[in-house]
């Protein structure tokens, strides 16, 4: 009789909180994408604040290879590796352009 009455008090205790929690429940979801919300917006204007802050004047931004990282005193004329983080240097698409050179430039080749 005790085990009848302990399961009859926990399907009971269920469908109490399922029954008064829904409200309660979707206010909390409501406001949990709302923070989420809040986080990713904030998070979007401190990288756009960072962005603009950064120098981007020095050889780790306008060297024709450049550091993935941006590391300072990283960047070269030639293809290599980083001094400072040893990652392979990549190809600086944007090489020139904040100089004002010309993207379509024939510079360093010939036909």
Do not use: R
Request: aromatic residues 8%; hydrophobic residues 35%.
């Amino acid at each position: 009789m005790k085990k009848y009455l302990q399961f009859a008090l926990f399907f009971l205790a269920i469908g109490f909180l399922t029954s008064c929690g829904s409200e309660a429940a979707t206010d909390a979801e409501n406001a949990g994408e709302e923070a989420v919300e809040n986080v990713e917006a904030a998070a979007t204007e401190a990288a756009e604040t960072m962005e603009e802050a950064t120098d981007q004047s020095g050889p780790e931004y306008t060297s024709m290879y450049v550091c993935p990282m941006h590391c300072a005193g990283s960047g070269s004329a030639e293809p290599g590796t980083c001094p400072s983080c040893g990652m392979d240097y990549v190809m600086n698409e944007n090489a020139g352009l904040e100089a004002g050179g010309d993207s379509e430039s024939h510079e360093g080749h010939n036909h």
